[in-house]
Antibody, heavy 123, light 111 residues
Framework: EVQLLESGGNLVQPGGSLRLSCEAS????????MGWVRQAPGKGLEWVSA????????YYLESVKGRFTISRDNSKNTLYLQMNSLRSEDTAVYFC????????????????WGLGTTVTVSS | QSALTQPPSASGSPGQSVTISCTGT?????????VSWYQQYPGKAPKLMIY???KRPSGVPDRFSGSKSGNTASLIVSGLQAEDEADYYC???????????FGGGTTLTVL
């Protein structure tokens, strides 16, 4: 069964840091672009970051550039999101996302989502 | 990277059809045929319903269809069923160096 399992969400003070992890199983992780999508409480979905299958090309939402870093370890089937200088507006559920195999870009379609991990930025 | 515009709500009776619009710009929806639609139930992860404007992943009922004209894409749900009551989000590719962009979401109510 194809699965994505996020971890690392927590309550953190403004200016603090967190590292999210997404462990993949049931598919060849190193073949697929992966990314992070967040959803603030009661709000819509928002692309945060994505990376290609090899981890060389990376993409970021403008408001997180310079603060968040996406990376992956294909030997461990794991995607990461290092989040620094966290702000209250980063409070959200963060979903891990996998490119659909029939799409050439993760932004064309996501076929597998994790259950999400909650990040709360508050003093 | 502005969000696409969707109506906050839509509704229809069982068996009827409903259309949800998604308006962007020539830099996203209008510039590419890479609009996708996701269904999300409260507290759950999204599910891909339509990709590349009008294609359906395996397992998605053919009651769901998509189209696009200019800067506006549409999701059409025909033969409404109770289980279609959910939030729907459109998403578009926004260019080679940008992350994709979502709409604000539409809550579909089956009356």
């Amino acid at each position: 069964e194809v699965q994505l399992l996020e971890s690392g969400g927590n309550l953190v003070q403004p200016g603090g840091s967190l590292r999210l992890s997404c462990e993949a199983s049931g598919f060849t992780f190193g073949y697929f672009a992966m990314g992070w999508v967040r959803q603030a409480p009661g709000k819509g979905l928002e692309w945060v970051s994505a990376t290609d299958a090899g981890g060389t090309a990376t993409y970021y939402l403008e408001s997180v550039k310079g603060r968040f870093t996406i990376s992956r370890d294909n030997s461990k089937n794991t995607l990461y999101l290092q989040m620094n200088s966290l702000r209250s507006e980063d409070t959200a559920v963060y979903f891990c996302a996998k490119r659909a195999p029939y799409c050439n870009s993760i932004f064309f379609g996501v076929d597998v989502w994790g259950l999400g991990t909650t990040v709360t930025v508050s003093s | 990277q502005s969000a696409l515009t969707q109506p906050p709500s839509a509704s229809g009776s069982p068996g009827q059809s409903v259309t949800i619009s998604c308006t962007g710009t020539s830099s996203d929806v209008g510039g590419y045929n890479y609009v996708s639609w996701y269904q999300q139930y409260p507290g759950k992860a999204p599910k891909l319903m339509i990709y590349e404007v009008s294609k359906r992943p395996s397992g998605v009922p053919d009651r769901f269809s998509g189209s696009k004209s200019g800067n506006t894409a549409s999701l059409i749900v025909s033969g409404l069923q109770a289980e279609d009551e959910a939030d729907y989000y459109c998403s578009s590719y926004a260019g080679k160096y940008n992350v994709g962009v979502f709409g604000g979401g539409t809550t579909l109510t089956v009356l």
